[in-house]
């Protein structure tokens, strides 16, 4: 089911997972003269207000189908939508990170789709130590800390696979902790603030032929464990950091990350039942 759009002809953004956190808010700071934005999610959405240049698809990317319709006319598509926790069984993942990213990659070479912009995670490679004097670089090799960060992974894959197969441009964030501001230790390293999330995208979105890209999806922190090499060649400047919350974090009673153990994924990588 589709709301019937009132546009013009303009660039045309497909955004997967529209209903989700980073989803609604890329609904609006995306939002510019000239771009129509193609939201998709199976969840409900918010109407669209009369000066919205945008359509509501309710669908999922997994359909096949559903993504064909989507993708028509479509100049990229920010593929934000997924399972986004580590808390479901390994076969959900399966069929709705790793093949749904196929569905995706596989619509957009079809309908002539020039550019896919992925949201990978920093899960993908958090069983990597880091000392914060040797910084990690973007191109890491994976190393999982959960079945959602093999998912990931693995999505990574497809997407270098879709480049060098097929020539489509594919660029994947490995998003540190999306939040409207840092309240754990963990964050004021991997804090990725809705500011520079939008400004992220947009250098994703506008940049010349990236061909395949892994960049870090991080502010500009100043207890960096991550380089932002990838992402400055590629026109991402942050201006956010999380060491403004810091006194704040630090006078909390959450120690989610305090002593993390020296690796990225930090908590997630402790042994569960």
């Not at 130590?129 to 959960?146: A, G, I, N, Q």
């Not at 999330?197 to 991550?226: H, K, Q, Y």
Request: proline share 6%; hydrophobic share 40%; with cysteine.
């Amino acid at each position: 089911m589709t709301e019937e759009p009132t546009f013009n002809e303009s660039e045309v953004v497909l955004i997967t997972g529209a209903a989700g956190t980073i989803g609604s808010m890329m609904r609006r700071s995306l939002a510019r003269p000239g771009r129509h934005l193609r939201l998709l999610d199976v969840a409900d959405q918010e109407p669209l207000a009369p000066d919205e240049d945008a359509e509501l698809i309710v669908g999922s990317f997994t359909d096949a189908e559903v993504m064909a319709n989507a993708c028509r006319d479509a100049s990229a598509i920010l593929h934000f939508g997924g399972l986004s926790t580590k808390d479901f069984e390994w076969r959900e993942f399966l069929d709705v990170n790793i093949h749904g990213t196929y569905v995706v990659l596989e619509a957009a070479r079809t309908a002539g789709v020039s550019r896919v912009v992925y949201a990978s995670s920093n899960h993908a490679v958090g069983f990597h130590p880091f000392d914060r004097e040797s910084l990690l670089p973007d191109y890491v090799f994976p190393r999982p800390d959960t079945f959602y960060g093999v998912s990931k992974a693995a999505s990574e894959s497809l997407g270098s696979l879709y480049h060098d197969r097929h020539g489509l441009d594919v660029v994947c964030l490995r998003i540190g902790s999306y939040a409207e501001r840092p309240t754990n230790y963990r964050q004021l390293w991997s804090w990725l603030s809705p500011g520079d999330c939008t400004r992220l995208v947009e250098a994703a979105l506008s940049g010349s032929r990236p061909g395949f890209r892994i960049v870090w999806g991080v502010s500009a922190n100043s207890r960096a464990a991550v380089t932002l090499d990838e992402g400055h060649r590629m026109g991402y400047y942050p201006v956010d950091d999380a060491e403004l919350f810091a006194d704040e974090i630090a006078s909390s009673t959450d120690d989610f990350g305090r002593d993390d153990p020296p690796l990225i994924g930090g908590p997630y990588t402790l042994p569960t039942a």
